[in-house]
């Protein structure tokens, strides 16, 4: 069975500092992958995605991922955090052999300090 | 504007109440599904529906029931709610199932007492 895992449930970083939040997944087979982020109150929408071709994927606000299939990873990073940032992120896995199915990990909590 | 809407956002009901949660979209999307989120568990899939008349069960689908009679609307029912269906609930649509791109609405939160 397809599952992902996020290592750490809470990050705190400083304004300014680096953001990563690591995505790990076992598979396989190819699969697609995304990064979500939900702001307080909010629901979940969607930060970036990676399906096919190139494996560095940017998306909203700055944010970027690496797929590396060897390492079976797919890190979320930030070079620069803003306050705004602070929220809680998913990431999500999915194989075209099991219907496209999501399947989320734990979440991640970041905290922007000033 | 394009968007997923749930009701009640908020709720508090006791044991063996029933309940549904109205969930409607408005972009013509094929593809509806229920999440609950738990600290730590991040999101789970309850049921899900791939176009009208059509629904499956997700990962935790027991306790609960779904009915897609039209396409923008999925609502999600509890026949007997219990205490440990105290959670954050989503509903989330998609073009179809294959993009991969959800859109969720702003979630019902429920507590059964």
């Known amino acids: 069975a397809q599952s992902v895992t996020q290592l750490g449930s809470h990050v705190s970083v400083s304004e300014g500092a680096l953001v990563l939040l690591r995505c790990n997944y076992s598979s396989s087979v190819p699969p697609y992958l995304f990064w979500y982020v939900q702001y307080p109150n909010q629901g979940l929408q969607l930060l970036l995605k990676y399906t096919t071709g190139a494996t560095l994927v940017k998306g909203i606000n700055g944010f970027e991922a690496e797929f590396k299939k060897s390492e079976t990873s797919f890190h979320l990073t930030k070079p620069s955090a803003h306050m705004s940032d602070a929220a809680e992120y998913f990431c999500?896995?999915?194989?075209?052999?099991?219907?496209?199915?999501?399947?989320f990990g734990g979440g991640t909590r970041v905290l922007v300090k000033p | 504007e394009a968007q997923v809407t749930q009701n009640p956002r908020y709720l508090i009901t006791v044991t063996g109440k029933k309940l549904t949660v109205t969930c409607s979209q408005n972009m013509n999307h094929e593809y509806m599904s229920w999440y609950r989120q738990d600290p730590g568990l991040g999101l789970r899939q309850i049921y899900y529906s791939m176009n009208v008349e059509v629904t499956d069960k997700g990962d935790v689908p027991e306790g609960y029931k779904v009915s897609r009679k039209e396409k923008r609307n999925f609502p999600l029912i509890l026949e007997s709610p219990s205490p440990n269906q105290t959670s954050l609930y989503f509903c989330?649509?998609?073009?179809?199932?294959?993009?991969?791109?959800?859109?969720f609405g702003e979630g019902s939160r429920l507590t059964v007492l």
């Open positions: 999500a896995v999915s194989f075209k052999a099991a219907g496209n199915k999501l399947t």
């Open positions: 989330a649509s998609s073009l179809r199932l294959n993009t991969g791109e959800l859109f």
